[in-house]
């Protein structure tokens, strides 16, 4: 579950990275009613990531990290994307956000985010 990925990982930022900034869409992953959902949408446009980093490292402004808990199939075996519209539309986000000079990726599940972020962080 989204969720308990976005706690496990504000954890531990809090704990290994104290005094960094960073932002979750607290609405990726909970159950928001229909109205909420429909807001939710609507303030932050379609396919925003889930983990916005704001520290500039290796000639990038920042990060973002669109997650997905362990599991979960963003490409198939030859590298492609899903046939997901979702994920498509998220795909397309996060290349936009790369031409504009951020590091931008899907991770898939706690170990592959924090080594993302490690990665990134110390660059």
Known sequence: MEALLCEQLANAL???YPGLI????YGAGVHLTKNQAI???RLNGRGYPDLNISAARGGKH???LELKAEGVRV???NGELVADTHIREQAAVLDRLRTEGYMAEFAIGFEMAMGIIHRYLAS
């Open 75 to 77: 490409w198939i075996k």
């Open 62 to 64: 920042g990060l973002y």
């Open 14 to 16: 809090h704990f290994k």
């Open 22 to 25: 960073f932002h979750f869409d």
């Open 39 to 41: 807001k939710q949408a």
